[in-house]
Each structure stands twice: as C-alpha cells, then as structure tokens.
C-alpha cells in the first residue's frame, strides 16, 4: 500500500464514505419517489377513465331518449387533450361521436407525442395504447357504447414531466451538496485529528535525538489523542529525569571516590618522600579510606543487582517477625554501645518474599535507625496487618530528617543534611535499594520525619 499523510487518508476515507452514502440515498430515494410518482400517475389515469365514462352516460335525455352531441363533443375534445381518445356509439353501434374522426389529425399527434416521449423517457417501456370498452347505461338500462383509448399502464403529460425533472434536480443537488459537506467535514476533522499526531510524533523525534525538554502543549476534545500526549509529555519528563539521574550519578560517584583517593594518595605520597613515616596509625586511616571506597563499590553493585530488571526474587513464604527480630540481633553490639531501647511488637502472616532481599531492607532500615539515633534513644519495629498486605514500621526518636528533604531520600545517593552524613559513613544509597527491593515484591516505602523529632518508615508489603 502507498505511504501517504493520516490526514489525506482520513479525508480520501471520509470522501469515499460520503459519496457512497449520499449515492446510495440519492439513487435508491430516486428510484422509490419515481415508482411511487408512477403508481400514483397510473392509478389517477384509471381514474380519468371511469370519470370521462361517467359524464359520458350522464349526456343520455332518458325524456327524449337522445344524446346531447354537443356536450359528447365537449367531453370527447376535453379528454382528446388530456391524452384520451373518446369513441361513443348508440344501441345500434352507430357513431355518435368519435376523436379520430372529429380530429384526426390532433388525435395522431397526440398518439404521437405520448409515445415518443413515453419511448425517449423510458426506451424499456413495454407499454403502448390499449382501450377500455364500456357499456353506458342510464336507470340499469343499457344506452350505448364508449371506449377509451390511452398510453398504458401510465403516461406523463408535460406536468409531470417537469414535476419528475424538478424532483431529480432537487435530489441531484441535495446529494451533491451533502457530499461537498461531508467532505469539507471530513477534511476538518482529518486536520483536528492529524495535527496533533503531527506534532505527538515531532516531539517523539526531538525526544529519540535526546532533547527532553520538548513538551506537547496543544489541547483537544479527543480523549486518545490528549491521552497520547499526555503520556508523551509524561515520557519525556521521565526520560529527562533519567537523564539527570545518569549524570547526577557519575558526578556523585566521581565525588565519592575523589576524597578517599585523594586522601590515600597524598598520603602514601608523603610516606614516599619520607616527609611522613609510615606509622601504624597513619597505614591504618589509609586502610580506612580503601573500605571506604570499597563499601561505596559494594554498595553500587548492590544497587545495581536490584535496580537491574532481571532481578529475580526467589520467593517464600517469609515470616517477617522472625526474620526481623534476627536481623535486629546484628546489631545488638552498636545498640548496647549506644544504650539505645530496642521493642518489636504485633504479629503478620507470612508472606510470599525473597527472604535475603527483604531482610537487607531491613538491614538498611535498622542501620539507618540506630546511626541516626543519639545515645540513650529508642527504636521501635511495629508488624501488622492489613486487607490485602502486610505494614512494617521501623520508627526512632533520632535526629529526624529535615521536611523538605523528605521527599528526596529514596534517591540514589541522597543525604540530608550533607555534613552529618560524611561522619557517619553514608552513601546515600541503603534507602535506594530499599525501594528497589520493596517496589520489586509489588509494595510500598514511605517516611515520615521531623527534624529532631525522629522518623517513621513504613513499608507495605503484598500478602
Ligand atoms: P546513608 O547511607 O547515607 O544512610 P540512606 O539512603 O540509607 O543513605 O539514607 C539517605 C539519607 O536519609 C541519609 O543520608 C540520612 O540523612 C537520611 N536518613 C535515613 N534514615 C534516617 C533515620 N532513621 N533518621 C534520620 N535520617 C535518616
């Protein structure tokens, strides 16, 4: 098939519709009007003759037993007009009045006209002229004779003709301005409807040679093609943040590495010069510095393991309770440390998960909870259960994370409040993977915060 534009197509489309439509209504209307106009005409035809038969016998004087010629002639040269040819006889068959003989002539012409025009209109007509022999009577008796002679089953005089002709112009004309409105309909509507597509499909190609700031602004009153564009626009903002993300994430790794590499560096460089000797203290902080970089590694390959699309999740049944109050237990040595007060409480079914995945949302939430939780302070993990899922809450009374950084902690690399975090070791990502993990299983992860209030982590995971 030949390639051209939505909006030709969609107009040829709607063209070729109209015209089929309005020929179809325009022919068979045409032909239903005309055989109706036909069955009118033959049966009003029918009529003229039983009419012209009745005045006929209505000229007999029963008094005087005679036929008023001059009223027959009348009738006969009346009818002779209108296209019939009126003979009468008496009892005796004489001739009382007859078209042909009164008027020969007008009578051939007539015969003619009729059936030339009759031919000329319609060349199949099998009809042609036929008479109708009637008896007269007056008072039940008989009087006379009559017949009729006329174009058969119908016949148009010049009236109809021009009534037929008018009604086929009509026709003609409402058929042929109905196609030009169709068509100009069709064409407007073949624009409202390419025009945006036009643009949708401008955008995409701006988009796929990496400008994501493109956005579609038109607007229309059709529900897909404002859907179309929406999720467009929506694709782009997302490619866009994406984008931003992939660069943010060089940079933020870049950043993380440069320090420790620096350290490390300036200082084997001094030890090298002989400006530092290479004491145990100073060999231990450059150790330091090395797992630094190394947990920041282990910490994207993490990352990068759950955010990949493969990741498959070997699920079990998993009981949530158990598996937290064992994770807890790892870190019983910095909670003692910190005094801090430890409670689980409330109880869930268990629930189809990959036991090793959820337990490092744990790992990561516990972590996060005590670090960020003064001496002294306390940690609560609360089970329990909803409809269709099961909610885990990891809440401290810690120094809590400002409100308008809320919203940015899931991201990679994210730390609020920047200068606390270098201290405590973190690199932004322990957050990360736990939505990655949990949006995996089909759940939720939110936080609740007030700066030195202390947070609020739920997770809901499905049953
Ligand atoms: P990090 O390794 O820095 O802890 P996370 O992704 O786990 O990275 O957390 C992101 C940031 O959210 C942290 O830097 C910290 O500022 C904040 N945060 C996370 N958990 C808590 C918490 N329980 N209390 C206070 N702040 C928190």
Not at 74 to 103: F, N, P, R, S
Not at 303 to 318: C, G, I, Q
């Amino acid at each position: 098939m030949t390639q051209c534009s939505l909006r030709t197509r969609l107009s040829l489309n709607i063209a070729l519709v109209a015209l089929l439509t309005v020929a179809l209504i325009s022919v068979s209307s045409n032909i239903f009007i005309n055989r109706q106009f036909e069955d009118y005409i033959a049966k009003q035809q029918r009529q003229r003759v039983e009419e012209i038969l009745s005045h006929l016998n209505q000229q007999y004087d029963a008094a005087t037993e005679s036929w008023r010629l001059d009223f027959l002639h009348a009738i006969g040269m009346h009818a002779l007009y209108d296209g019939y040819i009126v003979k009468v006889y008496d009892l005796q068959g004489e001739t009382l009045w007859d078209a042909e003989i009164c008027d020969m002539s007008a009578c051939t012409r007539m015969i003619d006209d009729i059936s030339r025009q009759m031919q000329g209109r319609y060349p199949d007509i099998t009809g042609g002229f036929t008479t109708k022999d009637s008896n007269l009577t007056s008072n039940g008796k008989k009087i006379g004779e009559a017949s009729v002679a006329y174009f058969s089953p119908y016949f148009f005089d010049e009236n109809d003709f021009h009534f037929l002709k008018a009604l086929n112009t009509v026709l003609l004309g409402s058929g042929v301005f109905s196609l030009l409105l169709a068509v100009v309909a069709g064409c407007f509507l073949a624009r409202h409807m390419s025009n945006p597509i036009r643009k949708t499909a401008q955008v995409a190609k701006q988009m796929s040679g990496g400008d994501y700031i493109v956005r579609i602004e038109e607007k229309t009153s059709i529900e897909e093609l404002d859907e179309l564009m929406r999720s467009v626009n929506h694709l782009a903002r997302s490619l866009g943040e994406q984008e931003n993300l992939r660069k943010q994430l060089t940079a933020d790794v870049a950043h993380e590495l440069r320090t420790p590499l620096t350290t490390v560096g300036t200082h084997i460089e001094a030890m090298m010069e002989g400006v530092w000797q290479p004491t145990r203290e100073r060999l231990s902080s450059c150790h330091e510095e090395i797992a630094r970089i190394g947990k920041l590694v282990r910490d994207l390959e993490n990352l990068a393991k759950v955010e990949s699309d493969n990741l498959k999740l070997d699920k079990t049944p998993v009981d949530l309770l158990e598996l937290a109050e064992k994770t807890l237990r790892n870190f019983d040595a910095e909670v003692a440390a910190k005094g801090l007060r430890l409670m689980i409480e409330g109880s869930c079914p268990d629930i189809p998960a990959d036991r090793g995945r959820i337990q490092q949302v744990l790992i990561n939430l516990f972590s996060n909870a005590v670090k960020y939780t003064p001496s002294g302070g306390a940690i609560r993990v609360v089970l329990s259960e909803m409809d269709d899922s099961v909610l885990l809450v990891v809440e401290d009374d810690g120094i809590g994370i400002p409100q308008e950084e809320l919203p940015f902690i899931f991201e990679r690399f994210y730390r609020a409040d920047k200068s606390r975090n270098r201290t405590s070791g973190g690199s932004g990502i322990g957050l990360a993977v736990v939505r990655s993990i949990v949006t995996a299983h089909g759940g939720k992860v939110s936080a609740e915060s007030r700066l030195g209030d202390g947070s609020r982590f739920h997770v809901e995971l499905p049953k």
